[in-house]
């Protein structure tokens, strides 16, 4: 792994968006310091000042690169992808399918995630009285319709290979293996989508994937 010790990773061990770019670190090879953020603890350390300086929006993950600071988990991922182009490329070379592979990274990171997200929950609590057993059917509802999609996508695509865009992995299947990771976390059943789950199998296989992986963290409990 190349040694950049100017890269700062602020994230959560569970967090499914900075586990997407602990993937993308590991991927490129890239060394990281990496700072815990407790989005529980206390009410939250994403909610502190000292944190709410670095990142307005009170989210992880935010990456630090010497004096930068960029958030959002798919702009740090096509930062480090442009930063490091000599370590292996995460987005494909071609302009078509470059626009198809954000766009399914698009649909898990925007339309699937943010639905089942730690504050989406929490309001649903605070602000709704909804009951867990409700909260927790609502997490498996979105997923259930992401996936079901995202499955005849992939299932139809001739670019799926061994993995999501081809034979290497890359922007789609970061964002695949934390939502799986979400998916069996709320009990749900890989079974109706057998890509998706042979995909995921493959990633795991990996040494970057299962460096990355939310219980291989410091913060991990």
Not at 19 to 32: D, F, N
Not at 86 to 112: E, F, K, N, T
Not at 208 to 213: G, L, N
Request: proline letters at 9%; one cysteine or more.
């Amino acid at each position: 792994m190349s040694m950049n010790n100017d890269l700062v990773l602020y994230g959560y061990w569970r967090s499914a968006a900075a586990y997407r770019v602990r993937l993308a670190l590991e991927l490129k090879s890239l060394a990281y310091e990496n700072r815990p953020v407790h989005l529980v603890r206390d009410g939250g350390m994403q909610h502190g000042e000292e944190y709410r300086n670095l990142n307005p929006q009170e989210l992880v993950p935010t990456l630090l690169h010497g004096k930068r600071i960029i958030t959002q988990s798919l702009a740090i991922i096509e930062y480090l992808d442009e930063i490091w182009p000599d370590g292996p490329p995460l987005l494909p070379a071609i302009p078509r399918d470059r626009a198809y592979a954000r766009a399914l990274a698009l649909h898990l990171s925007c339309d699937v995630h943010p639905l089942g997200n730690l504050r989406v929950l929490q309001y649903l609590e605070r602000e709704c009285a909804m009951p867990q057993v409700e909260r927790e059917n609502w997490v498996r509802h979105w997923i259930e319709i992401g996936f079901t999609s995202m499955e005849r996508m992939l299932g139809s695509s001739p670019n799926t290979g061994a993995f999501c865009m081809g034979d290497s992995p890359g922007l789609v299947d970061i964002c695949l293996v934390p939502q799986v990771y979400n998916a069996r976390r709320w009990g749900m059943s890989m079974d109706p989508y057998p890509t998706l789950a042979r995909i995921h199998a493959t990633c795991q296989e990996l040494p970057a994937f299962r460096a990355a992986a939310p219980e291989a963290q410091p913060d991990a409990p």
